[in-house]
């Protein structure tokens, strides 16, 4: 059974940076990956994605230019680049794969003040 964990979350004033990890156990090798975004009161949203082969990503407008999705040497890892955050980027972070939706880990909460 693959489980995710997701670490690096925090308390950052606007316009400074996180860079949160994703830790998938129970497989050796992720495929496509992806980043969601639940902010308070509103539906998970895909912000960042990843193609299995790494050479391919996809962002919503919204995070365009300031963040950046990547995958680790450890081939069942992916990160997520933060930079000049903004109070809306306020909420917990998923890491899942956009095809398999594997069961969802506890997420890492991002809280940008302003």
């Known amino acids: 059974q693959v489980q995710l964990v997701e670490s690096g979350g925090g308390l950052v004033q606007a316009g400074g940076s996180l860079r949160l990890s994703c830790t998938a156990s129970?497989?050796?090798?992720?495929?496509?990956m992806a980043w969601y975004r639940q902010a308070p009161g509103k539906q998970r949203e895909l912000v960042a994605a990843l193609t299995s082969g790494g050479d391919k990503t996809n962002y919503v407008d919204s995070v365009k230019g300031r963040f950046t999705i990547s995958r680790g040497n450890a081939k069942n890892t992916v990160f997520l680049q933060m930079n000049s955050l903004k109070p809306e980027d306020t909420g917990v972070y998923y890491c899942?794969?956009?095809?398999?939706?594997?069961?969802w880990g506890q997420g890492t909460q991002v809280t940008v003040s302003a």
């Open positions: 129970g497989i050796s090798v992720i495929n496509a």
């Open positions: 899942n794969s956009p095809s398999r939706l594997y069961s």
